[in-house]
């Protein structure tokens, strides 16, 4: 009888420290997750912040080639302006990702309207630093789109992982939340980057 207690015993504390490594576990992977997903939102907004950066040089190229277009300068400015000055957010309020999106996707829309305005001037196409300019616009909008996906498959991730059990426990009991993604409310304007054509 001693020996089967005694058994009985070794078994119930190999299943405590199972269930206790397998908390740890869980809990490491969440906050890897976690992490993972704060740094690929911050390369989002890196590439967002190097786009803006690149835009005051297309419009002072483009302005000495088209000085009477000034109405498409000021509205790219204008965006540009919103979208620099817009508190970027941390990545964990789904208003603030959407609001930073929306301001995003404003940018984007104008610096199409003013590659649209470069159509109309064929000395501008043909300027060297001008198209250096555009590789570089064109070069910046591919990194948005990887940086982008990088960050909703980490977030993909990241939401299974704290939905999952046992995941979901300890997310809870660690007051981990879901992370917001990307919404597809303007998937059709996003989907339709800016046209940097230099031919």
């Given at each position: 009888?001693?020996?089967?207690?005694?058994?009985?015993?070794?078994?119930?504390?190999?299943?405590?420290?199972?269930?206790?490594?397998?908390?740890?576990?869980?809990?490491?992977?969440?906050?890897?997750?976690?992490?993972?997903?704060?740094?690929?939102?911050?390369?989002?907004?890196?590439?967002?912040?190097?786009?803006?950066?690149?835009?005051?040089?297309a419009?002072?190229?483009?302005?000495?080639?088209?000085?009477?277009?000034?109405?498409?300068?000021?509205?790219?400015?204008?965006?540009?302006?919103?979208?620099?000055?817009?508190?970027?957010?941390?990545?964990?309020?789904?208003r603030?990702?959407?609001?930073?999106?929306?301001?995003q996707?404003?940018?984007?829309?104008?610096?199409?309207?003013?590659?649209a305005?470069?159509?109309?001037?064929?000395?501008?196409?043909?300027?060297?630093?001008?198209?250096?300019?555009?590789?570089?616009?064109?070069?910046?909008?591919?990194?948005?789109?990887?940086?982008?996906?990088?960050?909703?498959?980490?977030?993909?991730?990241?939401?299974?992982?704290?939905?999952?059990?046992?995941?979901?426990?300890?997310?809870?009991?660690?007051?981990?939340?879901?992370?917001?993604?990307?919404?597809?409310?303007?998937?059709?304007?996003?989907?339709?980057?800016?046209?940097?054509?230099?031919?």
């Open positions: 009888m001693p020996g089967v207690l005694l058994a009985g015993l070794g078994l119930l504390l190999l299943a405590i420290i199972l269930l206790c490594w397998q908390g740890i576990t869980s809990y490491n992977q969440l906050q890897a997750g976690d992490e993972w997903v704060t740094a690929s939102w911050s390369q989002v907004l890196n590439q967002y912040r190097r786009r803006a950066d690149l835009i005051p040089n419009i002072a190229l483009t302005r000495s080639y088209a000085k009477h277009e000034t109405a498409i300068f000021t509205e790219l400015a204008k965006a540009r302006q919103l979208a620099v000055g817009f508190a970027a957010p941390d990545g964990r309020d789904p603030a990702v959407e609001q930073y999106r929306l301001a996707a404003g940018l984007t829309q104008q610096l199409g309207r003013l590659l305005l470069v159509e109309k001037y064929p000395e501008l196409k043909a300027d060297r630093i001008f198209q250096d300019l555009l590789v570089q616009l064109e070069g910046t909008e591919n990194r948005i789109a990887y940086a982008r996906q990088r960050y909703i498959d980490s977030v993909t991730r990241y939401n299974t992982e704290i939905r999952q059990f046992p995941g979901n426990l300890i997310a809870q009991a660690c007051g981990l939340r879901a992370r917001p993604n990307f919404s597809d409310s303007d998937a059709a304007g996003i989907a339709k980057a800016p046209r940097l054509d230099a031919k």
